[in-house]
């Protein structure tokens, strides 16, 4: 495992020509949402963080280590209309092995309405998709660390069904006072194993993410950068509405041109976190293809932007994350992290008093 763990950095530098966005290409699509309130409100993702909190580990299983060991975590995102999603997942430490967690991803996409072809309504039906996940990670070498997740994917869409197999592969280095990181990761590696009608094989969001964190060592703040979507290059694309427009002086057709910052801007995720105390943090964060994409053209707004907040109560650490995708609103994320050997040692201390 180690051999294949380490052929990571290689690919993160190759890319493909690939000219269209990458939303509706692939089935599966849940498995790119974000499940943590931290995550999201640095952007929608991070990879080179690594400290305590399990919920990274969603983003690169090769973050977990043995201060996560017995750590629960609870993820739930009231999303857009009905939809409803989250993430749950606990982790444990075996010696001489590595650090293991195990997680479930779901999200319900409510209940709808079944008509006929006359518009009569029959009924209704739900939909909805799960990802049961495995995780390990584990030291491979001075101050590096490699980790995978399988995912076993089941769908139901009405009365249509799928399930898959997939993979997540991550490597990360940290100095040895975790002020700075740099990880990647290589995202949801995998294959239908049934399809939802006969011979309609649909490929699943596969994804190479690179990223870097970094502590000011004079103040309570870190920096993260994460490059999404490195196996495609052009993540832009030609607005058909607009195809054929002509200049209205010339008479000469408009051509839509895209700049190389326009390019290189939609793989870029900026998040940035406040650590005023050790139980206090403010977050904040920055994607540009979110923006560009879900943002209107005449008011862009806050489309884009992201923020929210974690605090720790006695055993308990909440986050809260809010993420805008639209000028029209956006969405909220509510997280709570606790280590359940904490109430176990409180209880061994009580009994020995």
Partial sequence: MRKLLFTLPPFCFLYFSVYAQTGGNNTYEFLN???????????G????VKDNDLNLAFQNPAVMDSS????LVLNYVPYFLDIKY????????????GTFSAGIHYVDYGTFIRADYTGAQTGTFGASEYSF???????VYTRVSAGITL??????????????????LGIIYTNVNNNFGIAATLKNIGSQLSTYTPGNHEPIPFEIQLGTSYRLPKAPLRLSLTLQHLEKFNLTYINTNKAGETDPI???????KISLFEKIGRHVIIGGEILITQNFNLRIGYNYMRRKDLGLETRKGTSGFSGGFGFRISKFHFSYGRAVYHPA?????????????????????SSRD
Avoid at 89 to 97: E, G, M, T, V
Avoid at 250 to 256: S, Y
Avoid at 329 to 349: A, E, H, M, P, Q
């Fill in 151 to 168: 995912k076993v994917i089941y769908s139901k869409l009405e009365e249509l069904t799928s399930t898959g197999i997939a993979a997540d």
């Fill in 33 to 43: 949402l974000s499940t943590s309130a931290r995550v999201a409100a640095m952007g």
């Fill in 68 to 71: 996560m060991s017995k750590t």
């Fill in 45 to 48: 993702n991070i990879l080179s």
């Fill in 250 to 256: 010339t008479g000469e057709t408009i051509e839509q």
């Fill in 329 to 349: 609103g956006g969405t909220n994320l509510f997280s709570i992290t606790t280590n359940i050997g904490d109430f176990r040692r409180k209880v061994d201390k």
């Fill in 86 to 97: 989250g993430y749950v997942a606990y982790a444990h430490q075996f010696k001489k092995l």
């Fill in 133 to 139: 996940n495995l995780a390990y990670s584990r030291p």
